[in-house]
């Protein structure tokens, strides 16, 4: 049975995608990579074929190119506007099935608004991403690999390869005087700030028990709490559940630590956001 679900379109990131493929399959068979259209014989039912693979499936990995909104069909109408398209029915499986959904964003391409997508897979505009861009393949692909290995439950190893040198890299965490799931303990005041120039406040409070709360405001009152793990390379993960008004959505985000210290912490997040951290107790 598939552990991996790995959802792309062949118009858009067809070649990332094989290159992804590949890359997994360092550390899983490929009887637990299923790569959807490529893991379906000719003649079968493409619906029931994935949700057999996606029923035992830890992690939909879903490519998202800067044609995956936009890409057309023959009629001229947009793909994801019909409720056959493979690409929305294989999303719209992984939300029904709660599947834990990891969206990779390929050569800078942008996650999609909730008012942008039909209203059945809505949600999925609101899933943390991963970046993968070709000039940095390697680098991003281990890190795509570890967050596979987290959410299946696998050891995380540690990050092999170091980007080219004339890229922008993720920062390296500097030494703070103990080791950072040390230093997160206790409260915090958190600023943040959006990459749209709006400015949020919350308060966060991490246990040694490995959970987390974190309540504030941005735009309207929410609480987010689940469980944190700081990984190999430093960087913090939380994963768990935001309360957003009515709404009550599966939360995910890593954290790269830029600076640190006792009582001040600078983070970015891989959605975006610049977080600055203030000790409180």
Wanted: aromatic fraction near 8%; proline fraction near 7%.
């Amino acid at each position: 049975m598939p552990l991996i679900f790995l959802c792309y379109r062949r118009s858009d990131t067809g070649g990332v995608a094989g290159r992804l493929y590949d890359r997994l399959l360092t550390e899983y068979t490929d009887a637990e990579v299923f790569r959807d259209i490529d893991d379906i014989p000719g003649g079968a039912n493409f619906v029931a074929a994935s949700e057999k693979a996606l029923a035992g499936a830890k992690v939909f990995i879903a490519l998202v190119g800067k044609d995956w909104l936009d890409v057309k069909g023959r009629s001229g109408e947009r793909r994801l506007a019909k409720p056959s398209d493979r690409v929305r029915v294989e999303v719209e499986m992984a939300l029904r099935l709660e599947v834990p959904i990891l969206p990779v964003l390929v050569d800078g391409a942008e996650m999609p608004g909730s008012d942008d997508l039909p209203d059945s897979m809505a949600s999925f505009a609101f899933y943390n991403a991963r970046h993968l861009d070709a000039h940095s393949f390697d680098h991003h692909s281990q890190r795509i690999l570890q967050e596979v290995n987290r959410i299946v439950g696998r050891p995380v190893q540690e990050v092999g390869t170091k980007p080219p040198p004339d890229t922008e890299s993720e920062p390296t965490p500097p030494v703070a005087g103990a080791p950072l799931n040390q230093l997160l303990l206790g409260m915090w005041q958190l600023q943040i700030q959006y990459p749209n120039g709006f400015v949020g406040q919350a308060s966060a409070q991490f246990l040694p028990t490995g959970q987390f709360v974190v309540q504030g405001v941005a735009g309207q009152a929410f609480e987010i709490q689940g469980i944190w793990q700081v990984d190999p390379m430093g960087s913090l993960a939380l994963n768990g559940q935001q309360t957003d008004g009515f709404n009550v959505l599966p939360y995910q985000a890593v954290f790269q630590f830029t600076s640190t210290s006792q009582n001040q912490l600078q983070a970015a997040a891989n959605t975006g956001e610049q977080v600055s951290w203030t000790r409180v107790g």
